[in-house]
């Protein structure tokens, strides 16, 4: 969004009033005279007045514009930066409203997708997997043991598995396992 037109007091103080029509005899460049942020210096820095939060920032600063009369924009970076996330929030009831309205729709889109390219997926992740073999049992391990180390619950859990595991593996001797448990 455009910011709103502050005249300054350097460059344009001449033609203040010129709310100047763009020229018809080909000049391209935006920025008319009286929109001008004039350059300045700073310790031999140049730079210009941000229009929205009206500090020096050198040239830098400013994201390029090629179009404008100095090839940069008016506002600073940071400043819109800032704006970006202002307005995706109040945007974001719009498309909350939006993907609300549009539930099934989109369910059916999604799924739609999923079911196309499943195999593709599934194929593409057995791939990796076979080719990060080593990778990812390492990887597993390291996780194991860190979350072994510092969630007590986790560790009190998985020692329980093992001794139920080994005692059915020691004692088991032979039975079937639907008989040691009661049921099939
Ligand atoms: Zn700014």
């Known amino acids: 969004m455009k910011q709103p037109i502050e005249e300054v007091a350097c460059m344009s103080a001449a033609k203040s009033n010129t709310k100047a029509k ?19 210096f700073l ?3 140049e730079g210009k007045d ?14 390029i514009a090629k179009r404008r009369w100095d090839g940069r ?9 800032s704006k970006t ?10 498309y909350r409203q939006y993907n609300a309205l549009n539930k099934e729709q989109r369910l059916q889109a ?23 073999r080593q990778k990812e049992l390492e990887a597993s391990k390291i996780y194991q043991r860190e979350r072994r180390r510092t ?8 020692n329980m598995a093992t001794t139920v595991w080994l005692a059915l593996k020691s004692k088991k001797q032979g039975r079937r396992w639907q008989s040691l448990v009661g049921y099939s």
């Open 50 to 63: 941000c229009s929205s939060c009206k500090t020096w920032h050198p040239l830098d600063a400013y994201g």
């Open 110 to 132: 999604s799924r739609k997708c999923k079911a196309m390219h499943r195999d593709e997926v599934l194929q593409k992740r057995r791939t990796y997997y076979e080719q990060n």
């Open 151 to 158: 969630n007590p619950w986790f560790r009190l859990h998985t």
């Open 73 to 81: 924009r008016e506002v600073c970076k940071s400043c819109r930066a």
């Open 85 to 94: 996330i202002e307005q995706s929030e109040t945007r974001k009831p719009y």
């Open 22 to 40: 763009p020229k018809t005899d080909g000049t391209p460049k935006r920025g008319y005279l009286s929109e001008r942020k004039h350059h300045a």
């Open 43 to 45: 310790l031999g820095i």
